[in-house]
């Protein structure tokens, strides 16, 4: 098993990507820490670790507030005594044009992405400086690295976890801590479904529309990423045995972005 006797924290894994992952995480060994805005969904993706043979713990995790964020990491170090991987995954999406952006939507996007990539950051780089190293992964997007209409708030937001990633390359490097960023093309998890029918609202076409014609467009074949594309990079990354592979973004798009 590629993570065995490792002790990971995922934040946002109570649905879609982060869940996955952690499931995959367990199945390859690691003792995984479930972080999500909802305990019902930490719980619900811990419990499945469980009976499928795994360890697990649910934490209940705004990532925008920094108290919430510290006493989760000091909860799980106290529990398992370290943190080897962690994962930045929260996210949310709100589509709008600019020029009809609300203030309040920009900075709540910005907020669970980029701020609570910082704060999670913050908290892992402590525990892992203390041990000798670590993993520090970001789940980025396609807009980690290119624009889409309609989304300047979580473009932005990826852009800067881009940025943040290759910093924590840098300066992790000597205290034995490796850093990449994930970018995923569209996954249909509840957060892609809720765009369709909002897309197909401001842009005049149906959902099948904004499925192929928008999501799908450029892809090389027509489909989605799936769950299992995003994990199998996650544990790639988690498990890479050096610092030859730090501060990059590995997309996982069907190639949607080709770099």
């Known amino acids: 098993m590629r993570l065995e006797h490792k002790v990971a924290l995922i934040t946002g894994a109570g649905q879609g990507i982060g869940r996955a992952i952690a499931r995959h995480y367990a199945r390859e060994g690691a003792c995984v820490a479930v972080a999500d805005l909802s305990l019902a969904g930490a719980e619900q993706t811990a419990l499945g670790i469980v009976a499928e043979g ?3 713990i649910a934490l209940q995790m705004d ?8 006493a989760g990491v000091e909860r799980l170090v ?4 370290r943190l080897d991987i962690a994962l930045a995954n929260a996210g949310i999406q709100h589509i709008a044009p600019v020029h009809k952006l609300d203030y309040a939507d920009w900075r709540r996007v910005m907020n669970v992405h980029l701020d609570g990539a910082f704060l999670l950051t913050r908290a892992a780089l402590a525990q892992m400086y203390e041990n000798g190293g670590g993993v520090m992964l970001y789940m980025g997007s396609v807009h980690s690295l290119e624009a889409s209409p309609l989304k300047a708030p979580y473009v932005a937001a990826k852009h800067g976890m881009l940025g943040l990633c290759r910093t924590v390359a840098r300066e992790g490097a000597d205290r034995g801590v490796r850093s990449n960023i994930i970018c995923p093309g569209f996954v249909r998890t509840p957060l892609v479904e809720k765009q369709i029918p909002e897309q197909a609202r401001e842009l005049g076409m149906s959902e099948e529309e904004v499925v192929r014609n928008v999501m799908l467009k450029h892809t090389v074949d027509g489909e989605f990423t799936t769950l299992d594309d995003v994990s199998e990079v996650a544990v790639h990354l988690a498990a890479f045995p050096s610092a030859a592979l730090t501060g990059q973004s590995v997309v996982v798009s069907h190639g949607w972005h080709i770099q």
């Open 54 to 56: 795994g360890e697990a």
């Open 63 to 70: 990532v925008t507030d920094e108290q919430a964020v510290n």
């Open 78 to 81: 106290r529990h398992w005594g």
